[in-house]
């Protein structure tokens, strides 16, 4: 059983930048392909950024060149760095894995208030 942990949120002011953090217990070389989603209240779960085993990342269209998804492999870890933020990036950011054995897991959640 794979476990995540998101950390990193909280409030910040519109215009402002944060980097949300997602410790995973296993080895993510390895892993499969590891995500950022978010869910905004009173809307629907939204994916944002995903990150392959390769490097390769992909990103919906309403962040793409405002967040950037990265990973660091040596520390079980994969990063969502979030820049120029607006009041509508507030959401709960949930961090996910879909590893190559087809299995899905999810971290608890943090919340990201701006405001």
């Known amino acids: 059983h794979v476990q995540l942990v998101e950390s990193g949120g909280g409030s910040v002011q519109a215009g402002g930048s944060l980097r949300l953090s997602c410790a995973v217990s296993?080895?993510?070389?390895?892993?499969?392909?590891m995500g950022w989603l978010r869910q905004a209240p009173g809307k629907e779960l939204e994916g944002l950024a995903a990150?392959?085993?390769?490097?390769?990342?992909t990103y919906a269209d309403s962040v793409k060149g405002q967040f950037t998804i990265s990973r660091d492999n040596a520390k079980n870890t994969v990063y969502l760095q979030m820049n120029s933020l607006k009041p509508e990036d507030t959401a709960v950011y949930y961090c996910?894995?879909?590893?190559?054995?087809?299995?899905?897991?999810w971290g608890q959640g943090t919340q990201v208030t701006v405001s």
């Open positions: 996910a894995t879909v590893t190559y054995g087809g299995h899905n897991y």
């Open positions: 296993e080895y993510i070389g390895t892993i499969g392909c």
């Open positions: 990150i392959d085993g390769d490097g390769s990342t």
